[in-house]
């Protein structure tokens, strides 16, 4: 059957060339086709190199990208939220130096300064000795390489410590000093810093801002600032809050909530000092009323209201002072009789009758309640003093006592333990 009409089919019509091939003639033609097949290259349809090579090209662009990425999201963080600390307009004063170095190899204290600030008058590795640090129990520990501290507490983690500085014609300073020896300096040439209970914030003055920023490792973070009357402090951390002091000639606080607002004016117009904070929130402090100082409990929510007061003791202005964890105690520098002291007062009576027991001589910095019933503090020698409640009011103030290994004239700084 013919497939295509109108044509012959060589079936019928015979071939148009000549089949008579020889077998050896055949082969060796089939051999010649296949051998030229096999000389010839040919494009693959796949190329499996040139696959590989695009594709790592590929990776290694994402990869590229991916730590620009990240380089530059660390750079504005840092930059806005570290050398901006010193940069911006409208500031009085040195700008502070922040410093924060994530290579834990490097163990010297640093001397670079954030890009494009000033450096601040800063200590220098050839001015700094060495802190002493006393435990509540008597225990002695020596931290090198840090400057004259004000105030030591531990690390969030407990793998160190941030020592705060005394202050300095050039301002203060804030390092981290960790377990295996490194060194860091976090604040230089900043005004009044307060420490977080449990150090995961610190808030300073610089230049005519307050700033509150947060912990990590050996760097600042998250760092929030507003505007501030001239001589306005922070006092210590509320919660998320900062009490803050707008002029320290006169009294009266206000309650500063980063990220939220602006620092308002002074929300009470009596209050001096404060020292601590009772279970239920309100915060014990001194105010001033009828030309006499008293104890108050101030209610944080209702704009730092008085709502219990004790105007028995003759308080000092100094604004030393701790409370037991459990709120019941009080110990405040005071006066009884002639006789310049260090008072224990029981907050549960606070009211018109309110009295007061010398508990010891007067204190000096920080005071750590080791349990209900017992307190230690330093005297203004730097002996250690360790207070009884039970004695002290059985009429037995506690006696100032020498830490071993403290020499004459050496102030050492009171931490809660080590």
Do not use: K
Request: proline letters at 8%; glycine letters at 14%.
């Amino acid at each position: 059957m013919n497939a295509f009409p109108g044509q012959p089919d060589n079936l019928t019509d015979g071939p148009r060339r000549s089949y008579q091939v020889r077998p050896d003639e055949l082969e060796g033609a089939v051999r010649e086709t296949l051998s030229h097949q096999v000389a010839l290259a040919r494009p693959l349809g796949v190329d499996p190199a040139g696959q590989a090579i695009r594709r790592a090209n590929r990776i290694r662009r994402r990869r590229t990208g991916a730590g620009v990425a990240v380089a530059a999201v660390v750079t504005v963080l840092l930059s806005a939220g570290m050398a901006r600390l010193g940069t911006e307009t409208g500031r009085d004063g040195s700008p502070i130096v922040v410093i924060g170095d994530p290579d834990q190899a490097s163990r010297p204290i640093p001397t670079a300064s954030v890009p494009g600030v000033d450096p601040a008058p800063g200590p220098s590795a050839g001015l700094l000795g060495s802190e002493t640090l006393v435990s509540a129990d008597g225990r002695r520990l020596v931290l090198p390489d840090v400057g004259p501290a004000e105030r030591v507490q531990l690390l969030p983690g407990g793998n160190g410590w941030l020592v705060v500085g005394t202050p300095t014609a050039a301002g203060r300073s804030l390092w981290t000093v960790q377990d295996d020896g490194l060194v860091q300096v976090l604040l230089a040439g900043a005004g009044a810093i307060v420490l977080a209970a449990e150090s995961g914030q610190v808030a300073w003055r610089d230049g005519s801002d307050l700033l509150v920023a947060g912990v990590v490792g050996n760097q600042l973070i998250g760092a929030a600032r507003t505007p501030a009357p001239a001589g306005a402090v922070p006092v210590r951390f509320v919660d998320d809050s900062v009490l803050v002091r707008p002029d320290p000639a006169e009294a009266g606080h206000t309650l500063w909530r980063p990220g939220v607002g602006q620092l308002t004016e002074a929300v009470d117009q009596e209050s001096l000092n404060f020292y601590g904070r009772l279970p239920d929130g309100r915060l014990v402090g001194q105010i001033s009323r009828a030309g006499r100082t008293c104890l108050a409990l101030l209610d944080p929510t209702r704009r730092l209201n008085p709502v219990q007061t004790g105007c028995g003791p003759d308080l000092s202005q100094d604004g030393v002072g701790g409370v037991s964890a459990d709120g019941r105690w009080l110990l405040v520098n005071g006066r009884v009789g002639e006789v310049d002291s260090a008072l224990l007062v029981d907050l549960r009576r606070l009211g018109p009758n309110t009295t007061a027991v010398a508990a010891g001589p007067p204190m000096t910095g920080a005071i750590v309640w080791s349990d209900e019933s017992h307190a230690s503090y330093l005297d203004g020698s730097g002996a250690l003093v360790r207070v009884d409640v039970g004695q002290a009011r059985a009429g037995t103030p506690a006696s100032p006592a020498a830490v071993p290994g403290v020499s004459a004239g050496d102030r050492p700084v009171l931490v809660a333990d080590f």
